[in-house]
């Protein structure tokens, strides 16, 4: 049975900083395509970054700059660096794991369809 289990969500101030954790079970995340997506309030589900088999990555214009992922295949988890956070960055965090081809475009590698499995999620909040 896959699961992915996200950690590290919690509350900071403006400008603070938070790393994710997503441990993956069932499935060995080296052959996966693996992203980072999250849900505000009224809003819809949107990637914020992913990353390849081959390690290039794609972000929403949103946290680039910002946001780093990375993955750590001996622990079969990956991660979201998330830096400089603003009220903005409010949502719940996802990961998610997917078949991509390599020929798939950043646009599509940060759309939801992309991905087969996905965590539960996990809270964060910027509030001063």
């Known amino acids: 049975q896959v699961q992915l289990v996200e950690s590290g969500g919690g509350s900071v101030q403006p400008g603070g900083t938070l790393r994710l954790s997503c441990a993956a079970s069932?499935?060995?995340?080296?052959?996966?395509?693996l992203a980072w997506f999250r849900q505000a309030p009224g809003k819809e589900r949107e990637g914020v970054a992913a990353?390849?088999?081959?390690?290039?990555?794609a972000y929403a214009d949103s946290v680039k700059g910002r946001f780093a992922i990375s993955q750590d295949y001996a622990k079969n988890t990956m991660y979201l660096q998330m830096d400089s956070l603003q009220a903005e960055d409010t949502a719940i965090y996802s990961c998610?794991?997917?078949?991509?081809?390599?020929?798939?475009?950043?646009?599509?590698?940060?759309?939801?369809?992309?991905?087969?499995?996905w965590g539960q999620g996990t809270q964060v909040t910027i509030s001063s």
């Open positions: 990353m390849r088999t081959d390690g290039r990555t």
């Open positions: 998610a794991a997917g078949l991509i081809s390599r020929y798939a475009s950043s646009a599509y590698i940060l759309t939801r369809k992309a991905y087969q499995y």
């Open positions: 069932g499935l060995s995340l080296s052959t996966y395509s």
